[in-house]
């Protein structure tokens, strides 16, 4: 089976939708997948998930099973720069980088950072959630591998937003989500796919085909969006720039 990870358009998060540039990513979306062989939609509660996913339904004639985990991870954390709460995947190389715990992916959680706080009971609680997912498509998980009740070649796309996919892409790929949260970037709109690979009858593992692809804002001459980067060197402006726009 196929797992289609989906984050949301160019995000309004003020108003929790999509700004222009995101409706045209989501429109170019639709026209890429109206008629690609996926089973079912799932898709997070959010506005600009909603958003993002409601003209791809609407090409395919399909409905979304809304599932409320598949929301931005929601797991504040203490800013040692501020000492307020802040998301837990903003943090400076110099403040998580030197800890062997946080490439563990069974222990990322104990480590001096993370210990006591809200993101590792809400990454385990989702990933039992994930797992509960995939037993409903056949798929029971059995240690860091999976059992095959019932195989197939089922897609189901989740769309959603960058840090649940962290969350999730670790537990399907037994990787710290910490380095994910840090390490990779998906474009609004990028498409991540994992696939089951069963290579002895009835055993299985999830593995990563492409990360972040957006052959649909290709083919349509839209920009892929940096919506969630930072700065390329210290005193860059904020925003950067696609090297491929042209």
Known sequence: MRILLIRHGDPDYAHDTLTEKGWREAKALAAYLK?????????????RA??????????????AEVLDYLREFDAPMPDPETGGMSICWDYFPREWMDDPLHFDPDHWMDSDLYRGHAPGPAAVEIGQKLDALLARHGY?????????????????????????TCVLLGRLLHISPIQLFHQIFISPTGMTMVETEEREEGFAHFRMRYLGATPHLQLAGEPASASGMFKETFADPTDRMDIFKD
Do not use: M, W
Request: hydrophobic share 30%; proline share 4%.
């Open 140 to 164: 029971e998980r059995t240690g860091n591998y999976y059992r095959v009740v019932r195989p197939n070649h089922d897609t189901i796309a989740l769309v959603c937003h960058f840090g649940i």
């Open 35 to 47: 008629d690609k062989d996926i089973t079912k939609f799932y898709c997070s509660p959010l506005g």
């Open 50 to 63: 909603k958003d993002t996913a409601s003209l791809t339904l609407q090409a395919r004639g399909q409905e």
